[in-house]
């Protein structure tokens, strides 16, 4: 289940049917494997053993321009790189009911194509340079797995590591005849006693 939907596209980005406030300059995912780290008996270092993949990150770089360095628009604006900042900041530490950060499903061809469906927005990082009115701000969001696919990946990924199939389905061991028969009547079939 989701709180919205997050659309990044055409040098822009939707929150639901709001735009946010700012000019997408870059779109960066990253995906990881993770790692298990342990340390062997008499060898230095550590051994690390794949164990499936993290959660992937998405940021996005956005250009806040002051708008009075800006086209004139209708109706007027005059919000500062600074106001538009706060509002960035206002709208993505919203939280759901439970208090908890919300989940947005995501439509962008980049991200979809990396196999991500749904994110949660993980912080807000801003910078500003010497030019006067321009500030850059990086939007962090992280892959939101429910918990069930992530149960899911975790019961594959720990039998991929053991080199077992997750639908491989154990045989019972096949009864021997002989084995099973009850002693006291196996010597009636044979004619003795």
């Given at each position: 289940?989701s709180?919205?939907?997050?659309?990044?596209?055409?040098g822009?980005v939707?929150l639901?049917?709001?735009i946010?406030?700012g000019?997408?300059k870059?779109?960066?995912?990253?995906?990881?494997?993770?790692?298990?780290?342990?340390?062997?008996?008499?060898?230095?270092?550590?051994?690390k053993?794949p164990?499936?993949w993290?959660?992937?990150d998405v940021?996005?770089?956005m250009?806040?321009?002051?708008?009075?360095?800006l086209?004139?628009?209708?109706?007027?604006?005059?919000?500062?790189c600074y106001?538009k900042?706060?509002?960035?900041?206002?709208?993505?530490?919203?939280?759901?009911?439970s208090k908890?950060?919300?989940?947005?499903?995501v439509?962008?061809?980049?991200?979809?194509a990396r196999?991500?469906?749904r994110v949660?927005f993980s912080g807000?990082?801003?910078?500003?340079t010497?030019?006067?009115?321009?500030?850059?701000?990086?939007l962090s969001?992280v892959?939101?797995?429910p918990v069930i696919i992530?149960k899911e990946?975790?019961?594959?990924?720990?039998?991929?590591?053991?080199?077992?199939?997750p639908?491989?389905q154990?045989?019972?061991?096949?009864?021997?005849?002989e084995i099973?028969?009850d002693p006291f009547?196996?010597?009636?079939?044979l004619?003795i006693g």
């Amino acid at each position: 289940m989701s709180d919205g939907t997050l659309t990044i596209e055409h040098g822009e980005v939707r929150l639901n049917n709001r735009i946010v406030p700012g000019i997408l300059k870059s779109l960066d995912v990253r995906g990881s494997v993770r790692f298990d780290k342990a340390e062997k008996d008499s060898q230095s270092g550590k051994v690390k053993t794949p164990l499936g993949w993290e959660d992937a990150d998405v940021s996005l770089v956005m250009q806040l321009v002051s708008d009075n360095h800006l086209k004139p628009t209708k109706p007027p604006s005059t919000l500062s790189c600074y106001e538009k900042l706060a509002e960035l900041n206002g709208i993505f530490r919203d939280t759901d009911k439970s208090k908890d950060p919300k989940v947005y499903e995501v439509v962008n061809a980049h991200i979809t194509a990396r196999g991500i469906e749904r994110v949660v927005f993980s912080g807000l990082n801003s910078s500003e340079t010497n030019e006067n009115d321009i500030m850059l701000a990086t939007l962090s969001f992280v892959e939101h797995l429910p918990v069930i696919i992530r149960k899911e990946n975790q019961v594959a990924s720990s039998d991929k590591a053991l080199g077992e199939s997750p639908d491989k389905q154990q045989k019972e061991p096949e009864k021997d005849s002989e084995i099973m028969k009850d002693p006291f009547t196996s010597g009636l079939e044979l004619g003795i006693g």
